[in-house]
């Protein structure tokens, strides 16, 4: 289930509000590569110490872990979600992260290959006239292929040669 924003900021505090309202959608795009990869490291800082909290605060409830406080947690809601938010964070800032380097890949792919077909021309005006090679030019005739075309299937051949692999097996195994 998705969490509303409102939901969002009750949950976090001030600093984790500005952290979190960062990773929605217009922001987001909106902030160069570096700063980005700073954001994702506070956030995940920031989300590893919210679950350490709530599975302190869970196993508080159930009476394995010593209270931090002067009594046990009764209700660990609050932990939880601020957890989930943050995770959720986590998730839309890696999926950003995904997008930006796939989109410079594609980039980067595209520029190779400008590069390979500016190389394939500049050789290819290195080497000069071709007049002197086999091609399909005005005055040139096809060259017939003199091999016979074949009138057994392949497959009957492959049958055959199969069947006769298997009866010399037989004869081997004799």
Known sequence: MAISQKVEARALSADERELVEKSHHPMLQEIPDAELASLVKLVRERRDKAQAQANRRRREMRGKGAPKGATASAVDDGSRLKFAVLA???????????????????????????????????????????FNRRHAREGMRNIANRRAESLVNPMERGRQRKAGAVAQARRDAR
Not at 98 to 103: D, V
Not at 116 to 125: Q, S
């Open 88 to 130: 959720s964070t986590v998730r839309r800032l890696n999926s950003e992260v995904e997008r930006r380097r796939r989109l410079a890949a594609r980039a980067e792919l595209a520029d190779n290959a400008r590069k390979a077909l500016m190389m394939k021309r500049a050789a290819a005006a290195d080497q000069g006239p071709d």
